[in-house]
Nanobody
Framework: QVQLVESGGGLVQAGDSLRLSCKDS????????MGWFRQAPGQEREFVAA????????YYADSVKGRFTISRDNAKTMTYLQMNTLKPEDTAVYYC??????????????????WGLGTQVTVSS
């Protein structure tokens, strides 16, 4: 069973940085591709970043490319999202997700089997 718990959200000013963490309490973490998604009020959930189970490949939404970095530590069953140069439009609830298919990492929310409850990120201008 996969249980994902996000942490690290908060209220910051534009230009600041935050690092989100996602802890997976399951035993097969290293076999899953991991992703980060976000959802702002009144908007659909959108892809932010993904990393393959092998840690070889990473993928980013155009809106965060060059500012955000996804990483993982399979030994610690942790996934991270380093967010730099934050903008007010980055304000959203951020969700960690796990994809058990062992195919290429997906940017589609429907490909992910397991989700955390989310952590709020608020960026003031």
């Amino acid at each position: 069973q996969v249980q994902l718990v996000e942490s690290g959200g908060g209220l910051v000013q534009a230009g600041d940085s935050l690092r989100l963490s996602c802890k997976d309490s399951g035993r097969t973490f290293s076999r899953y591709n991991m992703g980060w998604f976000r959802q702002a009020p009144g908007q659909e959930r959108e892809f932010v970043a993904a990393i393959t189970w092998s840690v070889i490949n990473t993928y980013y939404a155009d809106s965060v490319k060059g500012r955000f970095t996804i990483s993982r530590d399979n030994a610690k069953t942790m996934t991270y999202l380093q967010m730099n140069t934050l903008k007010p439009e980055d304000t959203a609830v951020y969700y960690c997700a796990a994809d058990s298919r062992q195919l290429g990492a997906s940017m589609i929310a429907g490909a992910y089997d397991y989700w955390g409850l989310g952590t709020q990120v608020t960026v003031s201008s």
